[in-house]
């Protein structure tokens, strides 16, 4: 199927017809993002889910995140166009592994990346998302352990921010994220000296970033660690001709779109997420034809689960 113009009317009609709202996250295919409604990170999306009067939600992203606007929103219909839009950070910790670690740790306060299961999320006191995820944990009293999960590069910025000690990291990655790594982001720094340098928390090369920052090779004020949501609010704003951006590059056509008089490249032009990209036009529209794929969560889970992402949506608001 084009994404043509009867494409994008039928698209739309439907959406009507149901009276559903079609959010997609940044990392979506531009066409996707083009007919949402609402575009935006998963933070932002998350409140949108929890906020919106549309009885049916059309979420283009990956599963975990029509997951939450399930939790937040339990009595509308939410649909994913294609269900096995998966995420490796979220398969990188299980329910099973989490009850485990707590256990090892008595009393500790649990905060979960939204990147995680429904049944992980329920083992959760706050979840928290790139963009919020220091204020959350700087929400936590100074002499309380906290369990970080899943990811560890997120964990590792959470730390250095925060200066917390008491804090353990779970040692789980995004496959598309940790292939961004230092040695080839001190080579594009090295050869776009002017450059900006937009840095996604969740990729492997945001400690080395901050190295190149400390030993002077890139101007510190030129390092930014940033959610997705994050760098369109710093692109407005930057006096920079050229940004180098590391993170999953369906990033790029929002930023263009927020910033059309910057260049924007990607520091590794090969991290895309197959999980994400799997939301194509068509499948778009035969999730809006058929009512597909419906995602549902076990009501005790999603009732467990609800508070923590509840918590995690008032946070740094
Ligand atoms: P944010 O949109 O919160 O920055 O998250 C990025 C991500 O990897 C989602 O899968
Ligand atoms: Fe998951 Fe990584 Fe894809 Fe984001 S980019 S959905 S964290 S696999």
């Known amino acids: 199927i084009a994404p043509d113009a009867a494409w994008r009317d039928e698209v739309l009609e439907l959406a009507r017809e149901r009276?559903?709202?079609?959010?997609?996250?940044?990392?979506?295919?531009?066409?996707?993002?083009?007919?949402?409604?609402?575009?935006?990170?998963?933070?932002?999306?998350?409140?949108i889910a929890a906020a919106s009067d549309a009885s049916t939600i059309v979420f283009c992203g990956v599963h975990f995140m029509a997951e939450t606007a399930k939790i937040l929103a339990p009595h509308k219909t939410v649909l994913i166009p294609d269900?096995?839009?998966?995420?490796?950070?979220?398969?990188?910790?299980?329910?099973?592994?989490?009850?485990?670690?707590k256990a090892e740790h008595p009393g500790a306060v649990v905060v979960s990346?939204?990147?995680?299961?429904?049944?992980?999320?329920?083992?959760?006191d706050i979840c928290c998302t790139s963009s919020n995820a220091v204020d959350v944990v700087a929400s936590i009293p100074a002499d309380r352990e906290v369990l970080f999960l899943p990811d560890q590069f997120l964990g590792a910025h959470v730390k250095r921010e925060t200066g917390r000690e008491n804090l353990h990291i779970w040692a789980g990655e995004c496959h598309v994220h940790a292939g961004i790594n230092g040695p080839e982001l001190a080579e594009r720094a090295a050869a776009n000296p002017d450059a900006d340098l937009f840095i996604h928390p969740e990729c492997g090369c945001a400690t080395s970033a901050l190295y190149l920052a400390?030993?002077?090779?890139?101007?510190?004020?030129?390092?930014?660690?940033?959610?997705?949501?994050?760098?369109?609010?710093?692109?407005?704003?930057?006096?920079a001709k050229s940004v180098l951006v590391a993170t999953e590059i369906g990033m790029l056509h929002q930023l263009r779109r927020a910033a059309p008089e910057i260049d924007f490249r990607a520091v590794n032009d090969r991290a895309s997420c197959r999980y994400m990209k799997m939301i194509t036009p068509a499948a778009l529209l035969r999730g809006l034809r058929e009512n597909k794929d419906e995602v549902h969560v076990d009501p005790e889970t999603a009732a467990r689960a609800r508070g923590a992402v509840q918590r995690m949506i008032e946070i740094g608001k």
């Open 214 to 239: 400390g030993e002077g090779t890139v101007p510190a004020d030129k390092v930014r660690i940033l959610s997705t949501g994050d760098m369109i609010t710093a692109a407005r704003q930057t006096s």
């Open 19 to 47: 009276d559903a709202v079609i959010l997609a996250h940044n990392y979506q295919l531009p066409e996707i993002q083009d007919i949402a409604h609402h575009t935006g990170d998963s933070l932002a999306l998350s409140r």
């Open 113 to 124: 990346y939204v990147n995680t299961t429904a049944e992980v999320k329920a083992e959760t």
């Open 83 to 101: 269900e096995r839009a998966g995420c490796s950070l979220a398969d990188s910790i299980t329910g099973d592994q989490l009850r485990a670690w």
